[in-house]
T-cell receptor, first 114, second 111 residues
C-alpha cells in the first residue's frame, strides 16, 4: 500500500529535550515536506526537500532541522523544543519536484511541549 | 493579509443540503487549485484538482475557479454524513514549490 508513515503519532515532552519525528514514504517520491497545522493558521511549511541531500527552508523553519540522506526518509528534528512548537505535524511527499501534482500526507504527529 | 483566506466555519448542514465552500487569494501567479479533505485524526487527502479558471465536476463535487476575482469554490451536492470533515483549499504556481493552504473549513453534515 502506498503511504507516508510518521512516528510517533502522539508525543508529550518537556522544554529542551531533543526529539525526532520520523517520516518514511514507499512511493519513490522525489519531493518531501514537513508542515505544522495550527487552529486558524492552516498548514504552514517548515522544510522541504526536492532530492536526496537537498533541503530548503519553508515559511516557519525556526527551531527545526531536517535531513534527507535517503530518498524514502525525511526526519524532522527539534533540537531544543519549546512550548510554541506544540502543534500537529504532517509529513507529505509528491512524485515530482515541481509545485503541481498531488501531495500525499502522513496521518500526523501531535506534539505537546510542556 | 494572508495569501489565502478561508472561512474556518464551523459549518453545519442537514443531510441532502448543497454545501458551498470558498477561498479567496491574493497571488495572481497561482495557477493550480486544489481541495483537500481531512477527516478527524487523519492527514489531508486530495479531493479535487483544477488548472486555471473553469469548472471541474467529479460525482457530487464541483470545483470552480474564477481567476479574475481570485476566488475558488467547492460545491457538494446531496451532502452526506460521511462528508463531515475539514476542507482545505490549496494553490500553487509562480515560485517553485510555492504551495499555499487555506486555514480549512470544518463541515458537519447531520443525518
Amino acid at each position: 500500500e502506498a503511504q507516508v508513515t510518521q512516528n510517533p503519532r502522539y508525543l508529550i515532552t518537556v522544554t529542551g529535550k531533543k526529539l525526532t519525528v520520523t517520516c518514511s514514504q514507499n512511493m519513490n517520491h522525489e519531493y518531501m515536506s514537513w508542515y505544522r497545522q495550527d487552529p486558524g493558521l492552516g498548514l504552514r511549511q517548515i522544510y522541504y526537500s526536492m532530492n536526496v541531500e537537498v533541503t530548503d527552508k519553508g515559511d516557519v523553519p525556526e527551531g527545526y532541522k531536517v535531513s534527507r540522506k535517503e530518498k524514502r526518509n525525511f526526519p524532522l528534528i527539534l533540537e531544543s523544543p519549546s512550548p510554541n512548537q506544540t502543534s500537529l505535524y504532517f509529513c507529505a511527499s509528491r512524485r515530482d519536484r515541481g509545485t503541481t501534482g498531488e501531495l500525499f500526507f502522513g496521518e500526523g504527529s501531535r506534539l505537546t511541549v510542556l | 493579509q494572508k495569501e489565502v483566506e478561508q472561512d474556518p466555519g464551523p459549518l453545519s448542514v442537514p443531510e441532502g443540503a448543497i454545501v458551498s465552500l470558498n477561498c479567496t487569494y491574493s497571488n495572481s501567479a497561482f495557477q493550480y487549485f486544489m481541495w483537500y479533505r481531512q477527516y478527524s485524526r487523519k492527514g489531508p487527502e486530495l479531493l479535487m484538482y483544477t488548472y486555471s479558471s473553469g469548472n471541474k465536476e467529479d460525482g457530487r463535487f464541483t470545483a470552480q475557479v474564477d481567476k479574475s476575482s481570485k476566488y475558488i469554490s467547492l460545491f457538494i451536492r446531496d451532502s452526506q454524513p460521511s462528508d463531515s470533515a475539514t476542507y482545505l483549499c490549496a494553490m500553487s504556481g509562480g515560485n517553485n514549490n510555492d504551495m499555499r493552504f487555506g486555514a480549512g473549513t470544518r463541515l458537519t453534515v447531520k443525518p
